[in-house]
């Protein structure tokens, strides 16, 4: 019976309009039939196909739609269709390797570990934002990022627009919209909102004589008492969530809690430490270029300093530098955690192991290879000066890549030499 569901892929139809549609990429051939159409051609003329198979030309329409979008400027949307692409792909090369069940597990943990490094993003773009916005390349991610910010102050004050702009990184919204939603129900026609929940169930049965006494209880308790608890833990909550979901998940429950995870989420925590430092250096330059150096060029007129002029440029080599590297290495991180690979950092990747011990080998769940995990390499670092770096694609090693290598070269030689057997 296993092996039919592995036959469940297959019933999928992906097609080249499919997997274009996914991508947001406009199909050549739905292009030329809107051209014919204004052009006044009979659709029973042209000879156009339904639909189209995969094929490398599919890919290459991917690449360029893909292409010509990033040149307008890279967006949330734009990542997050790549990440779930990759999440499908990966999905259905375990399940022709393993099974449905199999691979759905291992596809959670690869999803679990990416949304870590998602909502690291989403914080480190929100940080970066007005320098962002003066990046050619990346203004996109900082309008986004203003757009979250400004959508997140309205929902704070107003509390109205909740529930409309949920998004899938944020489960407690998502927990606190349905509760909320689900005992207050609000009359369409005079606007008055009414409690479902027992404690307003039981008030409503209670007698007139009793109800007096204690509807002041009553209203004291859900306008004055419970915001104000819920406000105390909300905060207490904002500061320590991060810190206590960490020690309860990847510690306490580190039996039930997969390697890959538990690899990634301390990777995190351990350069969220340093990555404080880039941050603030950059706001200290951002500042000092914004309010010191560019009213200067407009104190003398027409007269612009040379110095001056050649500081800004200087400063803003630098910060597109730092922030590019950073935004950069982030998205590295979040790919290899999607793809459920691990990726070598000197000092970082030692102490986030010192934490959590070396990746079960003999376990499907833990993930991709680390090379760097290996006796005879421990031993070769040893007496290294400055560390290796540099581990083989996917952590493999670089041992066996010159064996690749020459297996590749020699098939690439024996199939020139077939094709030119016949003349």
């Given at each position: 019976m296993l092996y039919f569901l592995k036959l469940f892929p297959l019933l999928i139809n992906i097609d080249q309009e499919t997997v274009l549609s996914w991508f947001g990429v406009e199909n050549p051939q739905s292009r030329d039939m809107q051209q014919a159409s204004m052009s006044g051609y009979d659709f029973n003329i042209i000879s156009t196909e339904s639909s189209t198979d995969v094929s490398l030309d599919t890919f290459r329409l991917i690449i360029e739609g893909l292409w010509n979008k990033i040149q307008d400027g890279l967006t949330l949307a734009d990542i997050e269709n790549v990440l779930f692409f990759i999440l499908f792909i990966r999905f259905i090369i375990l399940v022709i390797r393993y099974n449905i069940k199999t691979s759905f597990y291992i596809t959670c943990i690869g999803l679990f570990a990416g949304y870590l490094w998602y909502r690291h993003l989403i914080?480190?773009?929100?940080?970066?934002?007005?320098?962002?916005?003066?990046?050619?390349?990346?203004?996109?991610?900082?309008?986004d990022a203003v757009q979250l910010r400004s959508m997140h102050r309205q929902t704070i004050l107003?509390?109205?627009?909740?529930?409309?702009?949920?998004?899938?990184?944020?489960?407690?919204?998502?927990?606190?919209?349905?509760?909320?939603?689900?005992?207050?129900?609000?009359?369409?026609?005079?606007?008055?909102?009414?409690?479902?929940?027992?404690?307003?169930?039981?008030?409503?049965?209670?007698?007139?004589?009793?109800?007096?006494?204690?509807?002041?209880?009553?209203?004291?308790?859900?306008?004055?008492?419970?915001?104000?608890?819920?406000?105390?833990?909300?905060?207490?909550?904002?500061?320590?969530?991060?810190?206590?979901?960490?020690?309860?998940?990847?510690?306490?429950?580190?039996?039930?809690?997969?390697?890959?995870?538990?690899?990634?989420?301390?990777?995190?925590?351990?350069?969220?430490m340093i990555e404080q430092i880039f941050i603030y250096f950059i706001y200290r330059v951002y500042y000092f270029q914004t309010f010191v150096l560019i009213p200067q060029t407009k104190v003398y007129g027409n007269y612009v300093d040379p110095n001056l002029i050649l500081q800004v440029n200087i400063l803003n080599g630098i910060i597109a530098c730092i922030v590019l590297t950073h935004i950069g290495f982030i998205l590295f991180g979040l790919f290899h955690a999607i793809w459920g690979q691990y990726f070598y950092v000197p000092f970082f990747v030692e102490n986030t192991e010192l934490h959590i011990g070396p990746r079960p080998k003999n376990s499907i769940y833990s993930g991709g290879n680390t090379a760097w995990q290996d006796s005879e390499e421990k031993e070769k670092n040893l007496n290294r000066i400055f560390p290796k770096i540099w581990y083989g694609w996917f952590g493999n090693g670089t041992q066996n890549s010159w064996t690749l290598q020459n297996r590749l070269m020699n098939i690439i030689i024996n199939a020139f030499k077939k094709l030119r057997r016949p003349f």
């Open positions: 914080d480190l773009i929100s940080m970066y934002r007005s320098v962002l916005l003066k990046l050619p390349f990346l203004n996109k991610l900082g309008m107003t509390d109205l627009k909740l529930g409309e702009n949920i998004h899938w990184y944020n489960p407690g919204q998502m927990i606190y919209y349905a509760f909320t939603k689900g005992i207050i129900h609000v009359d369409p026609e005079t606007g008055l909102r009414y409690y479902m929940d027992p404690i307003s169930m039981i008030m409503s049965k209670i007698q007139d004589p009793t109800h007096s006494n204690v509807v002041s209880i009553y209203y004291k308790l859900y306008n004055k008492i419970i915001p104000k608890i819920y406000d105390i833990c909300s905060k207490f909550w904002s500061q320590l969530s991060g810190v206590a979901a960490y020690a309860v998940i990847t510690r306490i429950g580190k039996r039930y809690c997969p390697y890959l995870i538990r690899w990634h989420w301390t990777f995190l925590l351990i350069i969220g």
